[in-house]
Every structure is written in structure tokens, then in C-alpha cells.
């Protein structure tokens, strides 16, 4: 075909992809066609099929204004069916040839056995090897990984290099894929020329993978990974695009023996994403123990939402105590999560998972209603019962539907709103979005108390404070830590005369000042020197069932044995 026959002919099967995505009801099998048709034009080149799927999945929906889970999932299975018809009918077509030459064979069994030899060795070059660069692919990859592990073991060691393009993705959409094709095609010879005495492969899109045979040691892999990124980070030039590129690399390095080639490719692919994720145009080498870690942290994100279901949850709660007399005025609640294979995990185990997933918006909406509904217990059992305080995570702070979250929840338990005091850390308020502090100005209106918690450890902007709606500071514990020693030293007194400068600050807009972290006497008495209001930490109390804050009830800290105060 001419290349205007050829474009007519395309946009025709293009016509009837489209066609068929919107026809109801949905089937599939006209993609089978369309991919026997592209082999009975002749598009029977490696290449086609893929850059045939390439531009449709890219460009298809868009373009005819389709979009969605079920727009997608019809061009996913159409695309499916011509990637099959396009292989049988190959399959078929090459069959055809096959037994084409072996009839041939019958008349010039010389000539037919030059041609069979060429064509075998055509389809192995091209089944073991990519179209585009011409760089073993993934086939030859994986033989060759395979063929290492089905070797002696003994002593062996091997390494893996697995090199991702930082930002190909955006040339490849402001320059065009001629041109993302052009730059892959030099960076594979770059590679090729800086270690081409490894296996060098790409194994799809801007992906290539080095194999390191008989490693001595992790460094000879480094060496690899870093002459690599040398090569590829230099300017190229492409039809007059002047380009640079950098890539970022994972680096597996370790004994044949006791590992598989599948667990090797899974550790290269998580430390290339520790690159990627450090900043990029660097490698990141294989860490065991870290990725322990993150099985774990991605095992307790998968079981979070089935733990707040099935009520592993619960709440503790610690005293926030008044310096002058000793008298709880407040507990803060604090989660907990009863885990049914690792035990209780404190909420530093979990929180940072519950925000990074969004689940701390529901998390802590349980323990908001939880508290609530203790606090209203206490108080019908004792009319001078404690408030409660709860801890609202950024996310929640910015919820569109606090207000209306907390109101509804105290309208439903019958808590009074000066029974209920929010702590807000100093980021979640501090921003440059009026969201937050107008629905807290509205809670404030109604009564409920405001805290920021972990005061000093954040902005610690006065200046913006005194505009907020807040009741009280709590000073984090690191400035508390300071009082440790009943004979004070240099950084002893400085810690003292930053809390007395916080606490007279707070006093003077208005504010009530508790100190965290208290666990010594000593402490207790020097800030109850300089003038701070209450207090809490392991000296008053540690965090407890509520049971053990029912039993305490109108009583001074001093007078029970629960939450009985270490020795000075």
C-alpha cells in the first residue's frame, strides 16, 4: 500500500474499534477480526502488534470522549481479542510459509533446506531480541537468569542491575514517540558500550535490566550500576532535540544459593521504586531488613480496614492533671489496636499507615465517638468527671464535615461541648488554607475546647496563634525532658527559661498551658514554679483502660494506687 492507502486502510479498522466499544451490547470478538486483518495487510512486522495496542490504549478513549471503569475495561478486552487474532493469524501465516518451504523442499530440497535454516534463525534472533534497540529482551533475559540458578550453586554469586528513565514518560508526550524511540535506541547503545561485557537487555517500554555473572562482592555491582548512569545521563542528540535524561537504578547483589531468580527480579523491581522514590538519577542497593519492614507496614495497611470492623481497636486513656492541686481535669484518649497475630501496637505502628491511606478519617471518627460516649459515662456517674481529649489527625482537620461530624456526635451522646477538648497539631493549623480554622472557630463558638498539641515542636508562631481559636497549649515533652535534673546545668536552664517564656506568652493571650512527658517529681515542681496549669505523663499516670479513670473519680492523683508515680 502507499502511505495513503495504508492510513485509509488503518483508520478504517480504527472505525470499527470504536464501533464496537460503543455497541450494545459490548463484545469483544470484533477485535479478533481487526488483528487477523492487520496480518492479512501485511503489518506482520514484531513491532506492529505492539505499537498498534501502544496507540490505541493511549489515544483511543480519549478521543471519541469516552472515559470510566467500564470504557476501560471494553478497550482492555478488545484489545485482548485483536492481540489474539493478530498472534493466531501470525501463527497461522507462519505455518502457511512453513509448510510452503517444506513442499518446496520436495522440488529444490537443497535451496528449500540456505531458506529454513535463515528463516529459523530469523525467528530465534527476533523472539530473543528487541525490535527497536536491539538488545536481548526479556526471553533472553530470563533464559540466561535461569541458566544461572540451573548451574553448581556452590560459592556462586551473581548481581542484578535493574535501570528505569527518570521522566521519559514526559518526552515521549511533549516531543513524540519517534522521538522517544530515538532516544531509547541511544541509550541502549550507550549502555551497551559503557557494560557491554554484562548481559544488557530491555525488558519493555524504558525499562533495561543488566546481569552480573559470578559477583565477587556487592561493589562489583555498584561499579556496574554507576558506570551505567554515567552513560546514560549525558545530552543526546535527536533529529536537533537536544535531550537529557537521567535514570534511576536497583541494585541486587547476592549468593546463588538460597534465593530464586523470581525472588531476585522482585528485589530489584522494590529497590529501583527506593530509588525512584530518594529523588531519582541514582541507585538504591537491596536492604532485607528495610523491606521486612515494608512487608509489614503494607500487611497492616491491607488489614486496617477490616480491624476497625471487627473491633481490634480500643482506647486508652491518661490523665491530664492539674498542678495545684492534683485533680484530673482531663484524659486524653489514645489508640490502640489489638492486633490478633502481633499483639497491642501503640499508635506509632499505625497512624502514619491510617494517613497515608486516608483510613484516619474513619479511625479517628471511631475514637472521637468512642471517647465521647466514655466521657458521657463518667460524667453521669460523677458530675466534676474529667473531659476527654482527642487527637485530630491533618486529615481530619481539613474534612469538609468536622463540624458537622461533631456537633451530630455530641447532639447523639448528650455530652456537653465543654466536656470535649480537639487537639490539633501546630501543621494541621498553620497552612494557608482557611478551612480548618473557620471550622474550628465554629466548634470553639460552641463551647468545645481547642488544643494544640505538641506546642515548639512545629511553627510555634506566636503571632499567628493569638488569631486562633484555641483554649489551650500543650509543650511537648522534649522541653520538659530538660528538667530532669534537680541540679541544673546550662542546657537544664535553658530548657526552663524557654518553658517559663511559653507559659507566661500563653498566659498572656489568654491560654491554659500543659506540660507533656512529665515523669518526676522534680519536673512537677519546677513547672509548677513557673506558672504552668496542668500536666501529664507516667508521674500522674500512664495511659489505662477506662475502668482505671472510672475508679480515680473525684479523687486526687495521690490518693489511689492506679497509675501510682515513679520514684523521683
Known amino acids: 500500500m502507499t502511505q495513503t492507502e495504508l492510513e485509509a486502510y488503518l483508520g478504517g479498522l480504527t472505525d470499527r474499534l470504536a464501533e464496537a466499544l460503543r455497541a450494545e451490547p459490548f463484545h469483544p470478538r470484533a477485535g479478533y477480526q481487526i488483528g487477523v486483518d492487520l496480518i492479512d495487510a501485511h503489518i506482520a512486522a514484531p513491532e506492529g502488534l505492539g505499537r498498534t495496542v501502544e496507540v490505541i490504549d493511549l489515544r483511543l478513549l480519549r478521543d471519541l470522549g469516552m472515559s470510566g471503569a467500564d470504557a476501560r475495561d471494553r478497550l482492555s478486552r478488545l484489545l485482548g481479542t485483536v492481540a489474539t487474532g493478530y498472534t ?9 510459509e512453513q509448510e510452503s518451504i517444506r513442499r518446496a523442499a520436495m522440488v529444490a530440497r537443497q535451496q528449500a533446506e540456505t531458506a529454513l535454516r535463515e528463516s529459523e534463525a530469523r525467528f530465534r534472533h527476533q523472539a530473543t531480541h528487541d525490535p527497536l534497540t536491539g538488545l536481548p529482551n526479556r526471553t533472553l533475559f530470563t533464559q540466561s ?10 560459592d556462586r554469586r551473581l548481581g542484578v542491575c535493574f535501570v528505569d528513565l527518570d521522566g521519559f514518560k514526559m518526552i515521549n508526550d511533549a516531543l513524540g514517540h519517534q522521538i522517544g524511540d530515538r532516544l531509547l535506541v541511544s541509550v541502549a547503545d550507550r549502555l551497551h558500550r559503557a557494560v557491554g561485557g554484562h548481559l544488557v537487555a530491555r525488558l519493555g517500554g524504558d525499562e533495561f535490566v543488566i546481569l552480573v555473572e559470578d559477583s565477587t562482592c556487592t561493589e562489583d555491582v555498584v561499579r556496574v550500576a554507576d558506570a551505567a548512569l554515567r552513560a546514560i545521563a549525558g545530552p543526546a542528540i535527536v533529529e536537533g532535540h537536544e535531550l537529557t535524561v537521567s535514570a534511576s537504578a536497583g541494585i541486587v547483589e ?11 527480579m522482585r528485589a530489584a523491581d522494590v529497590t529501583l521504586h527506593w530509588a525512584k522514590d530518594a529523588g531519582k538519577g541514582r541507585w538504591s542497593l537491596f536492604d532485607p531488613v528495610r523491606n521486612e519492614e515494608e512487608i509489614t507496614r503494607y500487611a497492616l495497611s491491607a488489614a486496617m480496614p477490616a480491624a476497625i470492623d471487627h473491633g481490634q481497636f480500643y482506647l486508652d486513656y491518661q490523665p491530664l492533671v492539674s498542678l495545684s492541686d492534683e485533680r484530673i481535669l482531663g484524659v486524653e484518649a489514645l489508640v490502640r489496636w489489638r492486633h490478633p497475630e502481633t499483639g497491642i501496637l501503640r499508635p506509632d505502628k499505625f497512624i502514619g499507615l491510617a494517613e497515608e491511606t486516608g483510613l484516619i478519617v474513619r479511625l479517628g471518627g471511631w475514637a472521637l465517638a468512642e471517647a465521647c460516649r466514655e466521657a458521657r459515662r463518667w460524667l453521669d456517674l460523677d458530675p466534676g468527671a474529667p473531659f476527654v481529649s482527642v487527637n485530630l489527625a491533618v486529615r481530619q482537620v481539613h474534612d469538609p464535615g468536622l463540624v458537622d461530624e461533631v456537633l451530630a456526635l455530641l447532639d447523639h451522646t448528650g455530652l456537653p461541648p465543654g466536656r470535649l477538648q480537639l487537639e490539633i497539631t501546630e501543621s494541621a493549623l498553620m497552612s494557608n ?9 465554629t466548634l470553639y463558638d460552641r463551647g468545645i475546647r481547642i488544643a494544640i498539641d505538641d506546642f515548639g515542636t512545629g511553627y510555634s508562631n506566636l503571632a499567628y496563634l493569638r488569631t486562633l481559636p484555641v483554649h489551650e497549649l500543650k509543650i511537648a515533652g522534649s522541653f520538659v525532658e530538660g528538667l530532669r535534673r534537680p541540679y541544673p546545668d546550662l542546657a ?19 491560654l491554659t498551658v500543659t506540660a507533656e512527658g512529665v515523669e518526676t517529681a522534680w519536673q512537677a515542681e519546677r513547672l509548677r514554679a513557673i506558672g504552668c496549669d496542668t500536666a501529664q505523663g507516667y508521674l500522674f499516670g500512664r495511659p489505662g483502660p477506662a475502668d482505671d479513670i472510672t475508679a480515680r473519680l473525684g479523687r486526687p492523683v495521690g490518693t489511689t494506687a492506679v497509675g501510682s508515680r515513679p520514684t523521683p
Open 492 to 510: 537544664t536552664a535553658t530548657d526552663e527559661r524557654i518553658l517559663t517564656t511559653l507559659v507566661s506568652l500563653a498566659h498572656t493571650l489568654g
Open 254 to 264: 547476592r549468593p546463588v544459593a538460597g534465593t530464586t531468580a523470581g525472588d531476585v
Open 433 to 441: 488554607s482557611a478551612g480548618p480554622v473557620r471550622a474550628l472557630r
Open 88 to 96: 493466531r493469524a501470525l501463527r497461522d501465516r507462519t505455518l502457511d
Open 145 to 154: 537468569l535461569d541458566a544461572v540458578f540451573a548451574g553448581p550453586h556452590r
